[in-house]
Every structure is written in C-alpha cells, then in structure tokens.
C-alpha cells in the first residue's frame, strides 16, 4: 500500500492510497504542480529494464 498525504498546520490527511488491485509499481519520483489551476501530483515508475515491470505515469488532480 502507498499513501500520499498532506501535512500542513491542522494536521494531517490521506490523499490517496493505492493498493491492489490498482497497479502498484515501485515509485521513483513524485512531484507536486501548483503552478496554474489545481494542485496536480505526479507519481513515476520505471520498469528496471525488466520486462516484469513497465513504465507508468499516474496524475492526481486535487479537488479543492
């Protein structure tokens, strides 16, 4: 299971969790875009050259 959270001075909140039967990868890198409209999350996953792994790319969008 992978969770994204927020931590801010109120505290702290789930923002996603990922688990199967979501595909569940090893994440390299994440990144936070704030820069125009909503608060998007980049979650990256590379496949080790290994044909029993792929490349994903997940975009979360935040609703405010």
Known sequence: TI???QS???GTRV???LQRPLTVDN????AVDTSAGPTRIFL????NFSKDQQTLLF???LKS
């Open 27 to 30: 994440f390299e890198g994440i």
């Open 59 to 61: 975009v979360f969008e």
């Open 44 to 47: 990256i996953a590379d496949d």
């Open 8 to 10: 801010d001075e109120a």
């Open 15 to 17: 923002l996603a969790r």
């Open 3 to 5: 969770y994204v959270r």
